[in-house]
């Protein structure tokens, strides 16, 4: 059965410094990845996401996601976090385009401090 | 205006009630969902509709319904409402040449 792990519950970095964000993922075929990005108040936002091609994807507000197989791993990372970057992130994965096989994360809460 | 648009945003009700929690998207997508999401434990899907003629149960369905009125307007009832339904839920949308959802912005039920 597919699973998501975002090992780390909540993580605070300083304004300005890197942040690298862990998501591994169980799935027995080449997934569908995705990250999302909630502000307090507010939906869950599409980042960015991979499912072929080049295993560096980009996606908005300069955020990058790399896919690794080897290590059944998708980790969102930014070279320099801002502080309106402090949100909760969700890694999902699916084994298609339809959706309703979407398994999300349990969520990385991140803290940004001065 | 939001290309997905859930009301009530927030909801207090009480055990026992009948509630509807509406969705509705200006997005032209087929497929649409309905989440549930409480702390610790990521998104669960309630129901999904990949067109009006389409429903079918997600994850956690027991204690839901859903009504698709239109393509564009997909509803989530609780029935009998119980404490335990407390929690923020979710619309979502899709279609099949996209890749990810579109999310409004939640409703907050509190059951009491």
């Known amino acids: 059965a597919q699973s998501v792990t975002q090992p780390d519950i909540h993580i605070t970095v300083s304004e300005g410094a890197s942040l690298e964000l862990r998501c591994n993922y169980s799935y027995g075929a080449t997934p569908y990845l995705f990250w999302y990005v909630q502000s307090p108040g507010q939906g869950l936002q599409l980042l960015l996401k991979y499912f072929s091609g080049d295993t560096l994807v980009q996606g908005i507000k300069g955020f990058e996601a790399e896919f690794k197989r080897s290590q059944s791993s998708f980790n969102l990372r930014k070279p320099s976090v801002h502080w309106s970057d402090a949100a909760e992130y969700f890694c999902a994965v699916d084994s298609d385009t339809g959706g309703f096989k979407t398994i999300f994360g349990a969520g990385t809460r991140l803290f940004v401090k001065a | 205006d939001a290309d997905v648009t859930q009301t009530p945003r927030n909801r207090i009700t009480k055990t026992g009630k009948r509630i509807m929690l509406e969705c509705s998207q200006t997005?032209?997508?087929?497929?649409m969902y309905w989440y549930r999401q409480d702390p610790g434990l990521g998104l669960r899907l309630i129901y999904y509709?990949?067109?009006?003629?389409?429903?079918n149960k997600g994850e956690i369905s027991d204690g839901y319904s859903v009504s698709r009125q239109a393509q564009a307007k997909f509803s989530l009832s609780l029935e009998s409402a119980i404490p335990n339904q407390t929690a923020l839920y979710f619309c979502?949308?899709?279609?099949?040449?996209?890749?990810?959802?579109?999310f409004g912005s939640g409703t907050r039920l509190t059951v009491v």
């Open positions: 997005k032209g997508h087929d497929r």
């Open positions: 979502a949308t899709s279609d099949q040449d996209s890749y990810g959802y579109t």
């Open positions: 509709s990949f067109d009006v003629k389409d429903i």
